[in-house]
């Protein structure tokens, strides 16, 4: 073979090889396209107000308890306190309560479980008021417009209510009585003692039975 040829050869070998290298540059030098970030959608935002958890059904007594069989729960009622304004009677307070016994209602006009309650609260009260008996409904709001005069007036009227309503709008009663659900109920004896309590609607039996056992209890004093 020619020395020309050889020279031609390698010159031809050398700009196939030039010509690869750079082909090839590009793609050594840039890394291959990352896949766009993921997005993890926000987790959506709670409710303003949340909801108040399902109440545990109550553990009542037996039902016709007798006069002096329910437990003492508590020696002494707490105070009606942070009160923005009594509706539909008197204001209360344990002492002006002492002589009666008393049903205490934790309830707010908007809540379903509050309303179902409502006819048997009222029809205990006007069954009972004239052996001493009472209920205190305190209202305390779950939402802002719950807490609106003129709302509470108007459901005091739609639910026949004939007994005094508190105005808990800054939930100081609640917290008093360490209240945690809609409704509930808190029955205390003439001497001012808890002796039961219970959340939530049903039972509506045992609560009749057992406000017919504290008004025997003071009948018998």
């Known amino acids: 073979m020619s020395l020309m040829r050889v020279v031609f050869l390698s010159a031809v070998a050398a700009a196939v090889l030039l010509g690869a290298i750079v082909f ?3 793609v050594l030098r840039s890394a291959p396209p990352r896949p766009p970030a993921r997005t993890v959608p926000a987790a959506a935002a709670e409710p ?25 729960l508590a020696d002494a009622m707490p105070p009606f306190e942070g009160i923005v304004e009594w509706l539909n009677g008197a204001t209360e307070s344990p002492a002006s309560l002492k002589g009666r016994v008393t049903l205490v209602h934790f309830w707010t ?3 379903i479980n509050c309303i179902h309650t409502m006819p048997y609260v009222t029809a205990w009260y006007d069954r009972y008021a004239t052996r001493g008996f009472t209920v205190v409904g305190v209202h305390t709001p779950e939402f802002a417009y719950e807490g609106e005069k003129k709302n509470v007036l108007e ?20 917290n008093l009585y ?20 219970a959340v939530g609607e049903g039972g509506y039996e045992t609560m009749e039975a057992n406000i017919e056992a504290l008004l025997a209890e003071k009948d018998a004093r």
């Open 24 to 26: 090839a540059l590009p």
């Open 48 to 72: 303003a107000v949340p909801m108040p958890p399902t109440p545990p059904p109550p553990s009542p007594p037996p039902a016709n308890a007798a006069p002096g069989s329910l437990p003492v």
């Open 109 to 111: 006009y908007g809540c």
């Open 155 to 174: 459901a005091i009227a739609r639910h026949g209510v004939h007994y005094p309503v508190a105005m808990d709008n800054a939930y100081k009663t609640w």
């Open 178 to 197: 360490g209240n945690q659900y809609w409704p509930s109920f808190y029955l205390y004896d003439a001497q001012g003692r808890l002796r039961y309590q």
